[in-house]
Structures are given as C-alpha cells and as structure tokens.
C-alpha cells in the first residue's frame, strides 16, 4: 500500500528532529545558547565522528581528502559524483543551522532516495568541509580553496590561531599529514555537480511563500587586517598630549567604515579586535582589528576599502599611530553556474516545488568550488534571517522541506544525464 502524503511527513519530521538532536549539543555553550565550533578543536572532532557514524549507519564508505576534509560516498567513488554537503564548523558564539543544515539535510535526502527506491546511475558524495568560517585560523573556506588550488599549502599551514597554534600543527595533531595539502585535482576531477543547501542568511524568504529558494550569485567579499601601534603608558597619569594611544584610530575608522559604506551598495563590519595588553587601567601598546568588506560589485568593495583606509592612515598620522594594513582574503563575485540552476529550477517545479531565486553576500564553501566545477546552492528560509548569532533560526516544517528540495534536486541529477544541464 502506498504511504499517505500525512505519514510521509511524519516520518521526514521525525527523522529530522531525531538527526538534529545528536548533533545539537555538540559545541553548544549552555549559558548563551550559541555554538563554537572550531575546526580540529575536540567538539570539531566528536563532529566528525559523527559524520562517519551517519555515513556508516547508511553502509557509505568515509574518506577524508588530502586536506581534511570528510566525504561519505553512495556508491564506488568516480568521475560526475553528484556532491553535496557543508560544514560543521560555527563563527563563536554562532547558530545551529549555519553548515550542520546541510549536512543532515544531505543524509536525510539519502535516506528519502534510497526510501523511493532511486537507482542512481552516478555516485553521490556528502562532504564536510573543514574551517568554513575561518573563527580558528582567520581564512573562510579554507578546506575548499585548499582542495581547489584557491589557496597556496604553505600560506594556509602557517596560518595560526589566538594561542600561536598553526594549521601545520593542528592537523598533525588530529593525524591529518600537513605535506599532504594542496590543490587535489583527481578529487575535483570526479564532482560532476556540487549543490550545497544552507540556510538563508537574510529574509528574502521571510518575505514570500516559500521555504525554500536557488542561488544567483554571492557578492564579492574580503578581509583586511588593520594593525595600530602606539605606546602603551598609565592611564591615570599620562597626560591627554602626550599620548599615543592606538584605540583612537581604530574607534574613529568603526565610524568611518560605516559611514562610507552606507553611501555604497557594500557593507562593512569590523567584529574582531585584540587588544594590548588589553588592561583597564593602561594605554594599549597595540590594537589588531579585522574588516569585513561585501558588495554588489568588485568597484564597491574597492571604493569602500580605499576610502576607509584613507580615513585610517589620517587618523592613525593624527594621533601619533603606526599603522599597517594587509588584506588577508579575496572571494571575487560568484555567479552560479546557469544550467544547473536552471536543472534545479526545472525538478522542483516538476516535483510543483516552485523556489525563488535570489542572490547573497554570505561566503560559502559553494562559492569556491564554483570556480571549478558546476555549482548550485538551496537556501531553507529563515523567519527571522538572523545568522551568525545563537538567534538563528529555521523551522522544523522549513527544514523537512529543504531535505525534500534536496532529495528532488539529487535524485534529478543522479539519473539524468548530466551532460545536458550541468555544462
Ligand atoms: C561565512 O558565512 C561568511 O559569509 O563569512
Ligand atoms: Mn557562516
Ligand atoms: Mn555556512
């Protein structure tokens, strides 16, 4: 007897929130509600312990490519794999969704597949890519631009992290072998298709009808780091003339960066600084302060940024400062890949699933990979489009949908031709 649309929903909910309930403690501060998780940290670790058990519970093979990162495979690994997956890793003090989303929605389209009896005619992939967020070592996407080629080897393992621990040293520590890392293009070579489902960052779908929606673009993206250096002195008994105190500048160029870029179509966001020696009662020697800088266009960001850093060299020259400026990271504007999109717009109005499409200026590890192989991403709404805070939210009904979008989507790729749309 063929189950009920009811029962069906019932079981994907139940699935659902029996998924998300293993992995929701993990890295979960109890007084905040938010998430750190860090990559190669122990909660990173009992993480990716949990991908292997929900890869082995489905009988996948796990491997983790030469740069740590984690794939479950359905089916011998070969060339046009359909992959699909996230990150597991969370900003400090981050949401639930951002990544796990879709990774367990990944696992659960499998299990709606393998439900309805889909006979894939290529393998698919579930990844976990590692350090998504860049909260460790500072660079976003550092599993996939390493596994891309986007990033050089020997920049990323000198990487370090607060405590001076390098990336070198984290990966040996959790046996990942450092001189192994670099561009892999045989693991590249087998992704037919990439589509990654997350959370939307935004309200867009707050706004319709629709749980579910397909990317157009992301906007492009960097990181500047801004180091002031001044005198560290008393701060009772120096005299307002005779300080060099570094934490002017950089107060005045929060103001700055603000201001300059609300008359652009860009956003700036300084949410990062350390301070020296980081005392109340003392001059800080030292101030590092981290710029995050998005915009429609490249022209944008680069407006932004020079107007900003003009307005910080005057203020550091003003108040007897030295100051430095290094970018540290560079995503150029993402444009998805038309056929796919087109291919995933097709099956879910097929499967009377119509989605919206819409652009983000969220970085994601889709948007490295779509330099190089076919890419698509699925955004699951968020009513409140709160992200990258304990806030975040996505409802149980939303989620379940999501996974049903993915399965359509995977299910459409896995047996179609793939030649058609996806190039
Ligand atoms: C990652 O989520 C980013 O947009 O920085
Ligand atoms: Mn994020
Ligand atoms: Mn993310």
């Not at 949401?95 to 393998?114: E, H, K, N, R, Y």
């Not at 038309?338 to 919206?356: E, T």
Request: charge should be negative.
């Amino acid at each position: 007897m063929r189950e009920s649309p009811e029962s069906v929903l019932t079981r994907s909910r139940r699935a659902f929130d029996r998924t998300w309930a293993e992995l929701e403690p993990v890295g979960r501060d109890g007084r905040t509600g938010g998430y750190n998780r860090f990559a190669w940290t122990r909660v990173d670790l009992e993480l990716r312990e949990w991908f292997v058990a929900e890869a082995e519970r489905r009988g996948m093979g796990v491997e983790v490519d030469r740069n740590g990162n984690q794939w479950a495979w359905w089916g011998s690994p070969s060339d046009d794999a359909i992959v699909t997956g996230s990150h597991l890793d969370s900003v400090p003090g981050g949401g639930a969704f951002d990544g796990p989303l879709g990774v367990v929605s990944a696992f659960l389209a499998l299990d709606t597949m393998i439900a309805s009896g889909v006979r894939p005619s290529r393998p698919l992939a579930i990844v976990n890519f590692f350090e998504e967020e860049g909260s460790r070592f500072g660079l976003a996407c550092l599993g996939s631009r390493l596994l891309t080629g986007a990033v050089a080897p020997e920049k990323a393992l000198a990487l370090a992290d607060d405590d001076g621990v390098t990336l070198a040293e984290a990966l040996a520590g959790a046996g990942i072998d450092p001189r192994g890392l670099g561009a892999d293009v045989e693991a590249t070579r087998r992704i037919g298709a990439f589509v990654e489902l997350h959370v939307e960052q935004g309200r867009h779908l707050a706004l319709g009808d629709a749980p579910v929606g397909v990317a157009t673009s992301i906007w492009p993206h960097g990181r500047w780091h801004l180091r002031f250096d001044g005198e560290g002195n008393h701060a009772g008994t120096t005299a307002i003339a005779d300080r060099r105190d570094p934490m002017l500048p950089f107060a005045g160029v929060v103001s700055a960066a603000r201001a300059i870029a609300a008359q652009t179509d860009a956003v700036t966001t300084f949410g990062r600084i350390r301070v020296q020696p980081n005392g109340t009662n003392a001059i800080p020697t030292r101030v590092d302060a981290w710029l995050d800088a998005r915009g429609a266009t490249r022209d944008d960001v680069d407006r932004v940024i020079a107007a900003t850093t003009a307005e910080a060299e005057t203020l550091a020259a003003e108040h007897g400062v030295r100051l430095t400026i290094e970018r540290e990271s560079w995503t150029g504007v993402v444009d998805f890949d038309a056929g796919l999109r087109g291919r995933l717009l097709g099956a879910l109005a097929d499967a009377g699933m119509d989605s919206p499409v819409m652009h983000t200026a969220a970085g994601h590890d889709a948007g490295i990979l779509a330099a190089t192989v076919p890419t698509a991403m699925l955004f699951v709404r968020n009513p409140t489009g709160v992200s990258h805070s304990a806030l975040e939210q996505a409802t149980e009904a939303d989620c379940v949908e999501g996974v049903a979008a993915l399965a359509v989507v995977l299910q459409d790729l896995l047996t179609r031709p793939l030649a058609s749309a996806a190039r």
